[in-house]
Nanobody, 125 residues
């Protein structure tokens, strides 16, 4: 089992920044790929970004490249999502998740076995 707890969400104006954190406990964090997903009201949960277990492979949704940065610190059992130039359409609940999938499958929601409870991000216009 891996337990994941997100933090860092909140209310921010358009153009602002937030840094989300996801702290992991339980099984060896460094053995899992980590992903961030988000779910807006009335919409399906969607992939945002992912990072492989050693940090060597990183993936983003095209629309978020250049604005969002995923990183991890295996010594702290934590994965981060730095979000800059936020837009109202980025408003959603953001979830982190852990996967044993190969890096090229880390975009797939169904490949993630462990999920956090989510943190709300609200971007005002």
């Amino acid at each position: 089992q891996v337990q994941l707890v997100e933090s860092g969400g909140g209310l921010v104006q358009a153009g602002g920044s937030l840094r989300l954190s996801c702290a992991a406990s339980g099984r060896t964090f460094s053995g899992y790929g980590m992903g961030w997903f988000r779910q807006a009201p009335g919409k399906e949960r969607e992939f945002v970004a992912a990072i492989s277990s050693n940090g060597g492979r990183i993936y983003y949704v095209d629309s978020m490249k250049g604005r969002f940065t995923i990183s991890r610190d295996n010594a702290k059992n934590t994965v981060y999502l730095q979000m800059n130039s936020l837009k109202p359409e980025d408003t959603a609940v953001y979830y982190c998740a852990a996967t044993s999938a190969p890096p090229d499958m880390m975009y797939a929601l169904r490949r993630y076995a462990y999920w956090g409870q989510g943190t709300q991000v609200t971007v005002s216009s």
